[in-house]
C-alpha cells in the first residue's frame, strides 16, 4: 500500500539551513505537500510540488523532487526560532497520505 | 476570506455516547476531507464529500459517518464512542475534487473518557 516516511527529529542552528527528507511509495502521485504543525493547531500548507516537477522556491523553501528514487526534501533557508514545529510530508492520488512528521527544533 | 472553521474546538464524551462534529470550509470550496491524528497512528484519512456525495473513505469502522449539506459544510459522526477514539480531528477544504490545496482547520480534540 501506500506508504511515506520521514525522519522524527532535526535540531539546527538558528541562522542556518534545514534539510527535511522524505520518502514515499506511490508511484500515482500528483503532488506532493509539505504542511507544518505548530503546537494545538492545525495544519498549515507551506508548499506543494507536482509530481513532474524537479524543484519549486517558494522564498526561504526550496522543494526538490527525485521521482525516479520517490524522494522529496524541503530546504529551510535561514531557519528561524519560529521554524520551531513539525513538517509533514504527504503525497496525493485520491487522498493524502502524511508522514509521520519531522519534529525541527531551532537552537541559538 | 475566512479560513477552514471546526467546531467544537474541544470536546469530552464518555465511552458509548456519541459525537457530532462540523466543518465550515471556504468559501467557494466544495470538497471537504476529515483526517484523524494520533500519537500512534498520525494523520489518516477517514472520509471526502463533494457535492454532499460521499467519493472516498478510508479504513475505519461504520461507527465514521459523515455527511455534507447543499453549503458544503459537513459534519461528522462517531457513535459507540471508544477510548481509542481520541484524537484531533481534522477537515480540510479543496476548491474542487482531486485539488492541488487542501486547507486544514484547527480541528476538534476530542477526548474520551
Known amino acids: 500500500g501506500e506508504d511515506v516516511e520521514q525522519s522524527l527529529f532535526l535540531s539546527v542552528r538558528e541562522g542556518d539551513s534545514s534539510v527535511i527528507n522524505c520518502t514515499y511509495t506511490d508511484s500515482s502521485s500528483t503532488y506532493l505537500y509539505w504542511y507544518k504543525q505548530e503546537p494545538g493547531a492545525g495544519l498549515q500548507l507551506l508548499t506543494y510540488?507536482?509530481?513532474?516537477?524537479d524543484m519549486k522556491q517558494d522564498q526561504r523553501l526550496t522543494v526538490l523532487l527525485n521521482k525516479k528514487d520517490k524522494h522529496l526534501s524541503l530546504r529551510i533557508a535561514d531557519t528561524q526560532t519560529g521554524d520551531s514545529a513539525i513538517y509533514f510530508c504527504a503525497d496525493f492520488y485520491n487522498k493524502l497520505i502524511f508522514g509521520a512528521g519531522t519534529r525541527l527544533a531551532v537552537h541559538p | 476570506k475566512a479560513g477552514v472553521t471546526q467546531t467544537p474546538r474541544y470536546l469530552i464524551k464518555t465511552r458509548g455516547q456519541q459525537v457530532t462534529l462540523s466543518c465550515s470550509p471556504i468559501?467557494?470550496?466544495?470538497?471537504v476531507s476529515w483526517y484523524q491524528q494520533t500519537p500512534g497512528q498520525g494523520l489518516q484519512f477517514l472520509f471526502e464529500y463533494f457535492s454532499e456525495t460521499q467519493r472516498n473513505k478510508g479504513n475505519f469502522p461504520g461507527r465514521f459517518s459523515g455527511r455534507q449539506f447543499s453549503n458544503s459544510r459537513s459534519e461528522m459522526n462517531v457513535s459507540t464512542l471508544e477510548l481509542g477514539d481520541s484524537a484531533l480531528y481534522l477537515c480540510a477544504s479543496s476548491p474542487g475534487r482531486l485539488n492541488t490545496e487542501a486547507f486544514f482547520g484547527q480541528g476538534t480534540r476530542l477526548t474520551v473518557v
Open positions: 510540488i507536482f509530481s513532474n516537477m
Open positions: 468559501s467557494g470550496h466544495r470538497s
